[in-house]
């Protein structure tokens, strides 16, 4: 399987633990993405890394939050001091920078499901 | 503040007929707008991209139109299957000369076909 890698699925945690998940995406893309979702709501934007830069990051992204993409290939989040509120899907993406406008498709991991307790 | 919305409520429809969703915006300027598809527990597949200078877009059973006047778009599915059934979201996104690379989604609508 060739697409976006999430890991790992699921993840449960206790409150005010530290978690961290890894996203490995489609290989020859140099864009990655990350993104949160809870029930009923669509993603939302966290922070995007073009090859191993982060160029911009949400005010969602609290500095709790942390993610990197060292080499520009895999990417890791991490959340430290979990809070119940934190409980959602993380959702990965990538996409290739394409020339001029290009269309910034993004292909989607199946994401990591955090519940917080 | 910028908004998105599509129809709250789940959209049931009978095998057959055509599926139509809508995605309005407000307080957003996009240089394309792109339609995923979502099933449960799984990640958005993107489905078709339509850029601001376009009215309409096609893929086999798949429509969609985009009116950045009355700031809206719709999706449309012909000859709809119960594999259709799924949650559809629309993504907003301003290009290379603002905002950045990101997409904004709304809140998706739940589509259900039935026999």
């Known amino acids: 399987d060739t697409g976006v890698s999430q890991n790992p699925r699921h993840k449960i945690t206790k409150r005010g633990q530290n978690v961290t998940f890894r996203c490995d995406p489609i290989?020859?893309?140099?864009?990655l993405y990350w993104y949160r979702q809870t029930l009923g709501q669509g993603p939302e934007f966290l922070t995007y890394?073009?090859?191993?830069?982060?160029?911009?990051k949400s005010r969602l992204l609290s500095d709790r939050f942390s993610a990197e993409r060292p080499k520009g290939s895999f990417s890791t989040l991490e959340i430290q001091r979990t809070e119940q509120g934190d409980s959602a899907m993380y959702l990965c993406?990538?996409?290739?920078?394409?020339?001029?406008?290009?269309?910034?498709?993004?292909?989607f991991g199946a994401g990591t499901r955090l519940s917080v307790l | 503040s910028q908004k998105i919305e599509q129809n709250s409520e789940a959209l049931n429809i009978q095998e057959g007929k055509t599926a139509t969703l809508t995605c309005n915006y407000t307080?957003?300027?996009?240089?394309?707008l792109q339609w995923y598809r979502q099933d449960p527990g799984r990640g958005p597949v993107f489905l078709l991209l339509?850029?601001?200078?376009?009215k309409e877009k096609r893929k086999e059973r798949l429509k969609v139109t985009f009116d950045t006047t009355l700031k809206q778009s719709l999706f449309h599915i012909t000859a709809s299957q119960p594999a259709d059934s799924a949650t559809y979201l629309c993504?907003?996104?301003?290009?290379?000369?603002?905002?950045?690379?990101?997409?904004?989604f709304g809140t998706g609508t739940q589509l259900k076909v039935e026999l």
């Open positions: 993406a990538s996409s290739l920078k394409p020339p001029g406008q290009g269309k910034n498709i993004q292909y």
């Open positions: 290989s020859e893309h140099n864009r």
């Open positions: 890394f073009q090859n191993e830069a982060q160029l911009e």
């Open positions: 307080n957003y300027s996009p240089a394309y």
């Open positions: 339509i850029r601001e200078n376009e």
């Open positions: 993504a907003l996104g301003r290009g290379l000369t603002g905002g950045g690379n990101k997409l904004t």
